[in-house]
């Protein structure tokens, strides 16, 4: 959703008064602002390793999975 030109202006008179007001602040709503905007995203640091680690555990539980299965199959058949 755009903002109209009006609201726009109320914005900037804000960031403006807030720049003024409190600086620190306003960098950290600029970085936020940045953050939500897709730029400057802050490093994972286990993100790759975490990822990983998911993965693994995933494909180890639906093995199990399938397993428990063709065992409860195999029993039901052979009964």
């Known amino acids: ?6 609201e726009r202006r109320i914005l900037a008179e804000i960031e403006r008064a ?3 007001d ?3 602040l306003a960098r950290r709503v600029a970085a936020i ?3 939500e905007a897709g730029g400057d995203l802050p490093p994972q640091p286990y993100g790759d390793r975490l990822r990983m680690w998911a993965l693994a555990h995933v494909w180890v539980l639906f093995w199990v999975a399938a397993l428990v299965i063709v ?4 029993a039901v058949l052979t009964t």
């Open 1 to 6: 959703m755009s903002l109209s030109g009006r």
């Open 22 to 24: 409190d600086p620190e």
């Open 18 to 20: 807030l720049e003024r």
């Open 71 to 74: 065992l409860l199959l195999l």
């Open 33 to 35: 602002n940045r953050i």
